[in-house]
């Protein structure tokens, strides 16, 4: 039901206002019928078009109604039309800075704001090999792959395809949907065998696919052998149900061509490239890339460069050994591909369960302790400086130099008092980039831990000091007064 309120209070006021004022239900009819369900049906798929799919997820629990509604095929396709966009920067795993780093991923949105939690659906030894429409194509190092929906957690394993596995790669697949087929494909570039090499990394003659739902991948012969280092090196990608990359072509006087292959028809074409471009220089043979490219930036939204910079700092990983894909969240659903029989369950440990990895959790165990010690800390921290404050506040009227180290108190400690003392952090898996920052914040507050005490403890010995002189002066004071007296009754 507070779901259901919050969404009638995003309605404009007069419609609220008829709903109220226009009925003529008891109280107990009111509480059994949802309010918003009487709004007519295109008036609620404009008030769920522009929910996020976090909030979808959960309206879809409220009631049978808005779950048939919200998982319809046709309500997911319109809402994703709708989407947002992100970056995606991948980082696969592997040693930085000689430490092993899981697999990870940033989203970065229209506005140039960085995500701060994992993708949950990304195992610390995935590679990313694709994108589309919400789902993730994610290469495993088991017999498996893996297709999930990184916004709601859905995910589930194919087997790979069977043949000449040795020496696989996750540049070899790619994901793709075709908008008219409505059919998600992925694709997997076999490398030809040769005789005493099980695996050729110079060719292949075979495209495999395997469309969702399927039970089976198919073969798809391609026109002739294909250099498959030049499909490693430049890359694919996948627009409008048709797959892209380069290949070689020695007859022409140039030595790349673009290769299509359409998702649909599973058929190839050839796109020469301009004559006039030249493969080599002075340095020796160039390397390309293909890439689709999407503008990020959303309307009225300007970003300096010196931002861009700043957002684009992602260290200790480097810039060159990211993978970058535009994404969607989405509310595409998983459930229907799932009775095939290629469909696997894992068969071996995989993810943050395997040894390689219990150090890294670990420390990230640690982390939250420190969290949760630093927090104790600034909260006794905070009641020690309320005691002083309140206990020699009296002499401020007298002492203004008391007054001054009691402001400096209140500046070090009770200004910045932390908010929610009783409630500690959960334990949360955070992206690289916000980890890095979680780890600078720790590490500043536990400085102005540090230089808190110190000052609370020089300004108690100040003001310590200050009322033994008061004292002192006092006493000489009063054996002046009393050596004086003595000598008048003499």
Request: charged share 25%.
């Amino acid at each position: 039901m507070c779901l259901q309120r919050d969404l009638v209070a995003q309605l404009p006021w007069h419609w609220v206002v008829t709903m109220v004022t226009g009925e003529t239900s008891s109280k107990r009819q009111i509480n059994e019928e949802c309010i918003i369900n009487c709004l007519p049906v295109d008036l609620i798929e404009r008030i769920f078009f522009r929910l996020p799919v976090s909030t979808l997820l959960r309206c879809a629990g409220v009631c049978k109604h808005w779950y048939n509604f919200i998982r319809d095929p046709l309500f997911v396709a319109s809402h994703l039309q709708n989407a947002h966009r992100y970056a995606l920067m991948f980082f696969p795993q592997g040693l930085v800075s000689g430490e092993p780093h899981p697999s990870d991923a940033i989203l970065i949105d229209e506005a140039w704001s960085l995500s701060t939690y994992a993708v949950p659906v990304i195992g610390p030894d995935d590679l990313l090999f694709g994108s589309c429409n919400g789902l993730l194509g994610l290469y495993t190092k088991t017999s498996t792959i893996k297709i999930a929906n990184f916004a709601t957690g859905e995910c589930m394993h194919l087997a790979k395809p069977g043949k000449n596995m040795r020496g696989d790669h996750f540049t070899f697949y790619s994901f793709g949907f075709h908008p008219v087929t409505k059919e998600y494909k992925i694709t997997h570039f076999l490398g030809d065998c040769v005789e005493g090499r099980p695996r050729n990394k110079d060719k292949f003659s075979i495209i495999q696919v395997y469309t969702l739902g399927d039970e089976k991948w198919k073969d798809i012969p391609t026109p002739e052998a294909l250099s498959l280092n030049t499909v490693r090196n430049s890359g694919v990608v996948n627009v409008n149900g048709t797959m892209y990359s380069l290949t070689e072509n020695m007859i022409a006087s140039w030595q790349h061509a673009v290769m299509s292959f359409d998702l649909r028809e599973e058929s190839f074409a050839i796109i020469a490239l301009p004559a006039a471009r030249e493969d080599h220089d002075h340095y020796g043979p160039r390397k390309f890339w293909i890439r689709d490219s999407y503008e990020l930036i959303g309307e009225n939204i300007e970003i300096s460069f010196s931002k861009m910079e700043e957002l684009l700092d992602v260290s200790p990983r480097k810039l060159y050994n990211m993978q970058s894909y535009i994404c969607v969240k989405s509310l595409v659903c998983l459930d229907v591909y799932k009775k095939a029989s290629i469909v696997r369950r894992p068969k071996q440990q995989v993810g943050w369960q395997l040894k390689k990895w219990e150090a890294w959790e670990h420390n990230l165990r640690e982390l939250e302790k420190l969290w949760g010690h630093s927090q104790k800390q600034e909260h006794h921290l905070s009641e020690i400086a309320e005691k002083i404050v309140k206990k020699y506040q009296p002499f401020t009227d007298k002492f203004h130099a008391i007054s001054e180290n009691l402001l400096t108190i209140r500046n070090q400690v009770l200004q910045h008092k932390p908010e929610n003392l009783n409630q500690p952090r959960f334990p949360r898996r955070l992206n690289l980039v916000a980890q890095e920052r979680d780890r600078e914040e720790l590490s500043s507050r536990v400085s102005k831990i540090s230089d808190s005490i110190e000052a609370i403890s020089q300004a108690q010995d100040n003001i310590s000091s200050i009322l033994r002189s008061h004292m002192l002066d006092q006493g000489k004071s009063t054996a002046n007064v009393s050596s004086s007296d003595d000598k008048k009754n003499e």
